[in-house]
Nanobody, 124 residues
Framework: QVQLAESGGGSAQTGGSLRLSCAVS????????MAWFRQAPGKEREKVAR????????YYADSVKGRFFISYKNDRKTLYLQMNRLTPEDSGMYYC?????????????????WGQGTQVTVSS
């Protein structure tokens, strides 16, 4: 069973930066794809970014394109989300997800691996 643990959330001011981390359990293989999601109160869950380790093409939501950057460190077995030029609209609970099977689908299912989440609050 793959375990995911997010960290790095907290408070930031508008225009600031935060770096989120998602540690993958040491006994697991490198997932075929991983993603960051976020959910704000009263809003639907949103896929922020997705990465396929070893691929040069990543997915970013339009709202974060050019500001957020997703990466994966094989030696550390850790997924990262660098968030720059933060705005209050970036506030929410951020979740890390990893594909369970050998294929990377467009959407992540409840049966995939999910972390517990880390809170991000951006003030003006």
């Amino acid at each position: 069973q793959v375990q995911l643990a997010e960290s790095g959330g907290g408070s930031a001011q508008t225009g600031g930066s935060l770096r989120l981390s998602c540690a993958v359990s040491a006994a697991s293989n490198i997932p075929v794809c991983m993603a960051w999601f976020r959910q704000a109160p009263g809003k639907e869950r949103e896929k922020v970014a997705r990465i396929i380790p070893g691929s040069a093409t990543n997915y970013y939501a339009d709202s974060v394109k050019g500001r957020f950057f997703i990466s994966y460190k094989n030696d550390r077995k850790t997924l990262y989300l660098q968030m720059n030029r933060l705005t209050p609209e970036d506030s929410g609970m951020y979740y890390c997800a990893a594909a369970r099977g050998p294929l990377c689908h467009a959407t992540f299912q409840p049966d995939d691996y999910w972390g517990q989440g880390t809170q991000v609050t951006v003030s003006s």
